[in-house]
């Protein structure tokens, strides 16, 4: 972009919006201040952003000890700045958000067959359309999915557990809303990156994805890595087992998410007959994990395997990027703290050396699926920064 005066103007709107987000409430003062921009810059900049409808003052807060007092600036939520379906292979959840970084879950549906699922999210698109407070120009459409996708394109190169393969998104949605697509550990690295402090200190920093598959996302020095064809750090499907007969959804043998999803050791322990409490594999993990801490011994036979497989996807990942940081999420929100200290002895027992010091693991700081929801929100924030059109 060229440098002139209306250039630089758009620069500063875009700054400020960009710290407004980052911060949440601010006042002038405290803007300027972080933005180096001028008091008077900031009031015109805020002027207009009033006036468009993006900002929105508040009450007057007390800025010093002295006893001035300044009005807080917030961002509005009189419209919503994305719609995201959150699809999993059994379940797609459909949430609103809004541009301070909130997300509302809405509704769950069966995910089912390519074609029942574009059919749901059209009627929903319109549903939503009547009940919420949709702005066309300004509420991004954003898919949250389990396989390798073209962002800038929001195409799905290839989901292998629902079996997806060059998938339009654009080409069968009814909107005229933006329509943005990427993959669901890629959408919660960035979640974290914006909302965590430990992650935005770590240059790279790695989101472990665990559910009916497993997938991955990693930053690289703050940026995404997404590989020439966006399939960038797809952990789950490195092989573990390299002669293996187990074969993957992917077409090859011995992968990791064929021995360290959530879905193993949930049928081995109801390959016997028992049956653990609830509908979803989550909910079915999480009963799993729960009877485990009551002393189960059958649950503790079925969760060895997983951890084993587990914690040697753990290895590799820490031999091929080193991150300062490890978050493991997806369908759980608790498998560090079950069984951090477990994987952490067994991945301590068999990474380079040196290789683990400092570096943090914990869960994700989003509960269930919440985290490809929020980046899923980040995502179309971004764009509405980028794309900002004050005049
Ligand atoms: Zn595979």
């Known amino acids: 972009m060229k440098i002139n005066s209306q250039s630089m103007k758009l620069l500063n709107e875009r700054l400020i919006l ?13 803007l300027s201040r972080m933005t ?9 900049i805020i002027y207009d952003l009033v006036r468009i409808g993006f900002v929105e003052e508040g009450d007057q807060v007390q800025t010093s000890p002295l006893g001035r007092k300044a009005t807080s600036l917030f961002l509005t939520k009189k419209f919503c700045s994305s719609i995201v379906f959150n699809v999993g292979v059994e379940q797609t959840e459909v949430a609103i958000g809004y541009l301070d970084k909130s997300t509302k879950k809405l509704y769950k549906f069966s995910t089912g067959t390519l074609s029942n699922f574009i059919e749901h999210v059209n009627d929903f698109l319109e549903l939503i359309g009547k009940e919420q ?19 800038q394109k929001a195409e799905i190169i290839y989901a292998p557990n629902l079996n997806w393969k060059n998938v339009k998104l654009r080409d069968l949605i009814h909107s005229q809303q933006p329509i943005f697509a990427d993959n669901e550990a890629n959408l919660s690295i960035l979640a974290e990156s914006a909302v965590s402090k430990d992650v935005k200190e770590s240059e790279n920093a790695f989101f472990l994805y665990v559910s009916q598959g497993i997938g991955g996302g990693v930053t690289i020095n703050h940026q995404i890595l997404r590989g020439e064809r966006f399939a960038g750090a797809e952990v789950g499907h490195t092989v573990v087992e390299a002669r293996s007969d187990v074969r993957c959804h992917c077409g090859n043998y011995g992968c990791l998410e064929r021995f360290a999803s959530l879905f193993l050791p949930v049928a081995e322990y109801e390959m016997n007959g028992k049956k653990l409490s609830g509908e979803t594999l989550a909910e079915k993990f999480n009963s799993l994990i729960r009877i485990n801490n009551l002393g189960d011994q059958m649950a503790r036979k079925a969760l060895k395997n997983f951890l084993y497989y587990l914690s040697i996807g753990i290895i590799n990942i820490v031999n091929t990027f080193n991150p300062k940081i490890i978050i493991i999420g997806g369908d759980s929100d608790s498998i560090w703290k079950n069984f951090g200290k477990e994987l952490h002895e067994r991945v301590s027992e068999r990474v380079m050396p040196k290789t683990l010091d400092g570096v943090i693991f914990r869960d994700t ?3 269930g699926r919440n985290a490809s929801v929020v980046g899923g929100n980040i995502m179309a924030i971004e764009h509405t920064i980028e794309t900002l059109k004050v005049s």
């Open 18 to 30: 960009k710290t407004l987000v980052e911060k949440g409430f601010l006042t002038r003062i405290e």
């Open 133 to 151: 407070p949709i702005d066309p120009k300004r509420t991004s459409v954003v898919f949250a999915f389990p396989g390798i996708v073209d962002p």
């Open 365 to 367: 700081v989003f509960s």
């Open 36 to 44: 180096g921009l001028t008091p008077s810059t900031i009031g015109r």
